[in-house]
């Protein structure tokens, strides 16, 4: 292993924080390596805002479901998937600007915001910060929008809390390569792996004091409880992502 394989494989999300703040030249390190990520026709269609101030973490943490790490965590970062830019772009070419319109802009928009996330996560790690992931604010982005000032054809897609951890984690397992790693076709022959990873996953909610449930359990119930979660099926279209040429064949 190297330097960052070790850092992506001991990756772990902290929802308890030192009350210690981040160094303003680690949090540049952080955003430029989200930058530096690949994006679709280097359409660079993500932009990322920083909320640091305590009662707008406060905020944030209420309307992503009352989550207290939002708050106690000195850096909250907002990944956005951003078409203004490429509007932009049109004016300035005299072109006609069409793409939120297409499905596709939400694919392309979802997956520039989880590179650059994912390079934000590691670079965060690596420089010795702990973070989590909250797609919580997917629960408000009405709310959200309001509060960012957010543009048309711009919409918050995933935060990202960083501090110093304020806690030791053990990692928490994964399910087994072969039901996530499949070679040349697919592999619909996975109940085998679910049935071992609710095993190893009771083992490891019992090592750090959890009620033990299978994974399946967790999950299924967290679909069914939330058959639709948050308000982005109103608030796309209000940006713009109107998704008009989705249809069933
Ligand atoms: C896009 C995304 C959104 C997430 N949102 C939340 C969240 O709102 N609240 C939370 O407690 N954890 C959130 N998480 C963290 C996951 O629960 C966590 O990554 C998962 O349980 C695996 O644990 P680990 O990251 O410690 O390995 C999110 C993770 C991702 C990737």
Same mark, same amino acid.
């Given at each position: 292993?190297?330097?960052?394989? %070790?850092?992506?494989? %001991? ?18 390190? &952080? ?10 026709? %280097? ?9 640091? %101030? @305590? ?10 479901? @009352? ?8 850096? *909250?970062?907002? *990944? !956005?998937?951003? *078409?203004? /830019? ?8 005299? #072109? ?18 989880? &590179? ?20 919580? &604010? /997917? /629960?408000?982005?009405?709310?959200? &929008? ?14 990202? !809390? ?22 040349? /076709? ?18 490891? #909610?019992?090592?750090?004091? #959890? ?29 713009? *992502?109107? !998704? ?6």
């Amino acid at each position: 292993m190297n330097e960052v394989l %070790n850092t992506l494989n %001991n990756h772990r999300s902290f929802r308890k924080y030192a009350d210690k703040p981040v160094e303003p030249e680690k949090l540049r390190c &952080i955003i430029e390596a989200a930058q530096a990520a690949p994006s679709w026709v %280097n359409g660079q269609q993500v932009t990322v805002i920083a909320v640091q %101030n @305590k009662e707008r973490r406060e905020r944030f943490a209420a309307l992503s479901g @009352k989550q207290q790490h939002v708050a106690d965590a000195p850096v *909250f970062l907002v *990944f !956005c998937m951003d *078409f203004y /830019r490429t509007k932009l772009a049109a004016e300035l070419e005299g #072109q006609s600007f069409e793409a939120v319109g297409d499905a596709d802009a939400l694919l392309v928009g979802a997956v520039d915001v989880g &590179i650059a996330l994912e390079s934000a996560v590691a670079a965060a790690e690596s420089l010795g910060l702990g973070i989590i992931p909250i797609g919580g &604010i /997917r /629960r408000n982005t009405e709310s959200v &929008i309001e509060l960012l000032e957010l543009p048309e054809y711009v919409f918050p897609v995933v935060g990202l !809390c960083i501090g110093y951890p304020g806690e030791e984690l053990p990692k928490k397992p994964r399910l087994p390569l072969e039901a996530v790693y499949h070679e040349e /076709r697919y592999n619909r022959n996975l109940e085998g792996s679910i049935r071992r990873y609710n095993a190893e996953f009771r083992e490891y #909610q019992k090592s750090v004091g #959890q009620t033990e449930r299978d994974w399946s359990a967790v999950i299924a119930h967290f679909y069914a409880l939330n058959p639709q979660y948050g308000d982005a099926g109103k608030t796309l279209p209000q940006q713009g *992502f109107t !998704c008009s040429n989705l249809h069933k064949a």
